[in-house]
């Protein structure tokens, strides 16, 4: 099943208001019209995918619950970087999120569970048409969309599926698919994309051409990259899952999973990837993917933090960490 590599779509649009300039040459008076200007032109609408946004001024939140913004994927490292005069709107459910003020005024985004790309895409046209509706985008006949980074030029858009590649990371062609996916204009990098070291066996996969190709043709050749890494996936894990020293770590992890006094992020996640192997490859069978996937976000430091409401020490955090597996796992 393709859930069983594929963890969720994203789909992000990249949108600049025809009247203002960009983010980065706006000043702070502009910066908070575009901010009056967006949240109106969402939260004043009709429309039922409007309907259960929650406004937030990063200004106003901790450095603890920014991160865990970012470490739930819900916005860049870079939005996070200065709260002053930027603003979110989040859907109740986490799946829509718009950046206000990044490195263009708006970075709308998606997010659906396993492989969901035309779903993705249509929710996000859908929120994108109605704020189009009532603030017109910088658009050229030629260009496309106009944002600040020329990369994304055209449709603004950048499509990408996290993916669970432990089988590829442990045979070591993670290295040779990326240089050959680079050549077709797709890039793979770590969960938290550019910049960011693939953890968990955890990898974002993404495209890079914005420019001179449409949005549906984008998510078709994305779909198609894909369909190819997932069977090349499978095939790695039906071999490797024969070893006896793969099963043996699969169970071991799972023991020190449910038994673990201490246990830092970076070993959790790869202990949990490990289980995570161990459920497709039917080894473990009394644990769904949907749990480790929901641990894999719940342990991340800061958002541990936020959800235990306590000012926590690492030492601290290695502790509540792993009381939560203990009790999710046991």
Known sequence: MNSDVVISTRIRLARNLKDYPFPCRLSAQGREKVIDNVKSAVKNSNSPVASDFSFIKMSELSSQQSVSLVERRLVSPEFISDSERRALLLSKDESLSIMINEEDHIRLQVIKNGLSLEDAYDTADKLDTLIDE????????????????????????????????????????????????????????????????????????????????????????????????????????????????????????????????????????????????????????????????????AVEPATLTVNSKKNLSAHERDIERAEILREALS
């Open 134 to 297: 009532n603030l017109e985008f910088a658009f050229d006949e030629n260009l496309g969309y106009l944002t600040q980074c020329p990369t994304n030029l055209g449709t603004g858009m950048r499509a990408s599926v996290m993916m669970h590649l432990p089988a590829l990371e442990k045979s070591r062609a993670i290295s040779r698919i990326a240089g050959n996916l680079s050549k077709l204009g797709f890039t793979i990098r770590g969960a938290h994309g550019e910049g960011t070291e693939p953890k968990g066996a955890l990898y974002q996969l993404s495209n890079q051409v914005t420019l001179g190709i449409s949005e549906k043709a984008a998510i078709e050749n994305l779909k198609n990259i894909t369909n190819q890494l997932i069977a090349q996936e499978n095939q790695a894990r039906e071999r490797l899952c024969k070893s006896i020293e793969i099963q043996d770590n699969i169970g071991r992890s799972l023991g020190i999973l449910r038994s673990a006094l201490l246990i830092t992020h970076d070993e959790a996640l790869e202990l949990l990837s490990n289980v995570r192997l161990g459920i497709t490859s039917k080894q473990i069978t009394d644990i769904s993917t949907e749990t480790i996937d929901k641990l894999m976000l």
